[in-house]
């Protein structure tokens, strides 16, 4: 059903935009969700850039895909 991680993603870095695209969420939102631990951290590349390691990112958006499904069985929604 999902994509199998391409083992190429593990060295693969995505800006802290990318980031906010991949989970549709605001570059504050993600920057929130990192301070509080609640998304991977990133990547200090310096000069006050940061970037994040991809399969990580893509891993957390699978979590939150899980989690939902997991709801919608406990609720009885399918």
Do not use: H
Request: net charge positive; proline share 1%.
């Amino acid at each position: 059903m999902f994509r199998r991680r391409d083992d190429n993603d593990l060295a693969v870095l995505v800006s802290l935009n990318q980031a906010a695209i991949m989970t549709s969420m605001s570059r504050t939102m993600v920057n929130a969700y990192r301070t509080s631990g609640r998304f991977p951290a990133a990547v200090d590349l310096g000069d006050r850039r940061i970037a994040f390691v991809k399969s990580e990112v893509m891993e957390w958006i699978q979590k939150k895909i899980e989690a939902r499904i997991a709801e919608q069985v406990r609720s009885g929604k399918s």
